[in-house]
């Protein structure tokens, strides 16, 4: 069982910033690729990020890279997603995903709540 915390989202003008952090409580944090998805409103769930098991590989959809930079501390069990130059598009409701594929055609089966994200213009 896996069990995944999002914070950090919140409301932002465009061109702004935010870090998004997940916390994991489970047993081996680095058994797991870890994602971030994202819903905008009316919409549905899409891949943002991934990165390996280590963190020696990561993978951001062509919509973010240069802004957005995922990581994590296999210490700490997070993963966080460094979120620069905010986008009104880029809003939604953000999700931690345990077990993703690094291109994020598979999806891991463990999902957190998530944490909104609302970019004004």
């Known amino acids: 069982q896996v069990r995944l915390d999002e914070s950090g989202g919140g409301l932002v003008q465009t061109g702004g910033s935010l870090r998004l952090s997940c916390e994991a409580s489970?047993?081996?944090?680095?058994?797991?690729?870890m994602g971030w998805f994202r819903q905008p409103p009316g919409k549905g769930r899409e891949f943002v990020a991934a990165?390996?098991?280590?963190?020696?590989?990561?993978y951001h959809v062509d919509s973010v890279k240069g802004r957005f930079t995922i990581s994590r501390d296999n210490e700490k069990d997070s993963v966080y997603l460094q979120m620069d130059n905010l986008k009104p598009e880029d809003a939604g409701i953000y999700y931690c995903?345990?077990?993703?594929?690094?291109?994020?055609?598979?999806?891991?089966?463990?999902w957190g709540n998530g944490t909104p994200v609302i970019v004004s213009a």
């Open positions: 995903n345990a077990g993703p594929s690094l291109n994020g055609i598979t999806r891991g089966i463990y």
């Open positions: 489970v047993d081996s944090f680095s058994d797991y690729n």
């Open positions: 990165i390996s098991r280590f963190g020696d590989q990561s």
